[in-house]
């Protein structure tokens, strides 16, 4: 059975950092392409980050030079460093495996979210 579950998230002021991971069990993270999704209230789910064939990455715009997506292959976990966060960034962000599509927000697994606030 796959399962993705995302923890991390929390209330930090402007200029913060927080470091969401997403535990996967079901399948390798390195077996698929990895994203972290994210979404604001009224507004569209979003792609953050892609991780894919355990080593290509790709950002949004807007969050370039200032999040990071890795893997660890020991725990099968994927996270996703956020630093020099802005209120912009308040959302609840969710885990996807099986990406089709990140700038669709596009993918066949999906995390529960965690909630990341940020007060400026």
């Known amino acids: 059975q796959v399962q993705l579950v995302e923890s991390g998230g929390g209330s930090v002021q402007a200029g913060g950092s927080l470091t969401l991971a997403c535990v996967v069990s079901?399948?390798?993270?390195?077996?698929?392409?990895m994203g972290w999704f994210r979404q604001a209230p009224g507004k569209k789910r979003e792609g953050v980050a892609l991780l894919s064939d355990g080593r290509h990455t790709y950002y949004a715009d807007s969050v370039k030079g200032r999040f990071t997506i890795s893997q660890d292959i020991a725990d099968n976990t994927v996270n996703l460093q956020m630093s020099r966060l802005n209120p912009e960034d308040t959302a609840m962000y969710y885990c996807?495996?099986?990406?089709?599509?990140?700038?669709?927000?596009?993918?066949?697994?999906w995390g529960q979210g965690t909630q990341v606030t940020v007060s400026s």
């Open positions: 079901g399948f390798r993270t390195s077996s698929t392409s």
């Open positions: 996807a495996a099986d990406v089709r599509s990140i700038t669709t927000a596009k993918a066949n697994y």
